[in-house]
């Protein structure tokens, strides 16, 4: 039910953004991939929402953000919240980037809702869209198959290729892994990749 997922995110916005506005597990590795990245870097956020408190983080720090959301409600929080960045209403599998466009990219809590194909595909876009000694990091499911989780009382899909397979598609990406763990337990227990284009 991947197809789903947009009209998902979009009836439920707002409670997705009330939760996801008090909540920061993961913020260890922002400050991780923050730490990376130049001063005022232009950074690429895939499935932004709102733009809490992940872009908020990013911002705070000095760096320019252009966030692509398929959610017209979210894009319009995130509008309204850092007007002064880039928010880009549209389905991140039909963004087009450009080559060497970024010093960082994101596909936080979005890249999994994709079936796995598509998710290949992305991977390699992130390839050709960072910039040489940019950084990206995603999260994951920690083996190959589909979950089904639950938001708001109805199936949310998750899906995920294999450690190895995503190993193999970021090195033919010609994207190196700097830290990866699998099932963190100190972030909500997302897999979690960092990733370099060196």
């Known amino acids: 039910m991947p197809h ?3 009209d998902l995110y979009q009836r439920h916005a707002a409670a997705f953004d009330a939760a996801r506005r008090n909540s920061f597990p993961e913020r260890t590795w ?3 991939f923050e730490r990376m990245l130049p001063a005022k870097a232009e950074l690429l956020d895939l499935g932004c929402g709102g733009g809490e408190p992940i872009a908020r983080f990013l911002i ?3 760096h320019h953000v252009t966030g692509v959301d398929s959610s017209p409600t979210l894009i319009k ?3 309204t919240r850092f007007a002064r960045h880039n928010w880009i209403e549209a389905d991140m599998m039909r963004f087009g980037g450009d080559s060497g466009a970024y010093d960082g990219i994101l596909a936080w809590s979005s890249l999994f809702h994709l079936e796995v194909d598509k998710q ?3 991977i390699r876009r992130i390839g050709v869209w960072l910039r040489k000694g940019g950084v990206a990091l995603f999260n994951t499911g920690p083996a190959n198959g589909v979950a089904m989780g639950e938001f708001e009382g109805e199936e949310l ?3 995920s290729l294999s450690q190895i397979e ?3 598609v970021l090195a033919e990406s010609g994207l190196t892994v700097v830290n990866h763990v699998s099932e963190d337990a ?3 227990g997302f897999t979690v990749w960092l990733v370099g284009k060196m």
Do not use: P
């Open 30 to 32: 922002f400050e991780r």
């Open 4 to 6: 789903r997922i947009i």
């Open 186 to 188: 100190s972030c909500g």
């Open 166 to 168: 995503y190993r193999t």
């Open 77 to 79: 929080l995130a509008r």
């Open 60 to 62: 705070d720090h000095g």
């Open 120 to 122: 290949e595909k992305l």
């Open 157 to 159: 899909y998750h899906a």
